[in-house]
């Protein structure tokens, strides 16, 4: 049995993405609790808990730290989300992001992370809102020059790399902050 743990009690800042983005994706919070949710913080296997606070400590000799934008996710969560975002978004658009098929969230070593800057504690943007979905995937900034796209793609890297080096990879369906333990 999975023993989940809230990242905050560890030392790595959190949330539960679709608690705190519930109107976002037309949820409630009733909805939620009926799935297991039942606030806005992040929980994880304890498994990844150390591997998490190692790639914390590498993260911050660069300037940044590290928080979690979701975790584990119950498959009725899966579901429920799913139906949501369909409704929203439509399948196609849904299915470019969402795998309810293997549900990789539901095994608890699974992290949507972001980087914080440990200066102000403001999350550091990896991408630009208006560049859409196509953003959300590794290597969108690769062959782009402007100075912007350099720095995404460069932060992009830099996660990618100290995750990968705490024994994480990168998703299936290749998004920059998603990664789980394997």
Do not use: C
């Amino acid at each position: 049995m999975m023993n989940l743990v809230y990242t905050e009690d560890h030392g790595i800042p959190g949330i539960n993405y679709y608690w705190v983005r519930n109107e976002m994706y037309n949820l409630t919070h009733d909805e939620l609790r009926s799935v297991g949710v039942v606030d806005g913080r992040s929980q994880v296997s304890e498994e990844i808990i150390e591997p998490l606070k190692r790639a914390d400590a590498s993260l911050r000799e660069y300037g940044y730290s590290l928080t979690t934008k979701d975790g584990y996710r119950s498959a009725d969560l899966y579901r429920l989300v799913y139906e949501k975002r369909v409704a929203k978004y439509g399948k196609e658009e849904t299915d470019k992001i969402l795998n309810v098929v293997t549900m990789p969230h539901a095994s608890g070593k699974v992290v949507d992370v972001a980087l914080l800057n440990v200066t102000d504690g403001k999350e550091v943007m990896m991408r630009k809102k208006e560049d859409g979905t196509d953003a959300f995937f590794v290597d969108f900034y690769r062959s782009k020059s402007d100075k912007q796209s350099v720095e995404y793609q460069r932060l992009q890297d830099l996660l990618f790399k100290v995750m990968t080096d705490q024994g994480f990879v990168l998703g299936s369906k290749k998004e920059y902050w998603h990664f789980e333990l394997r």
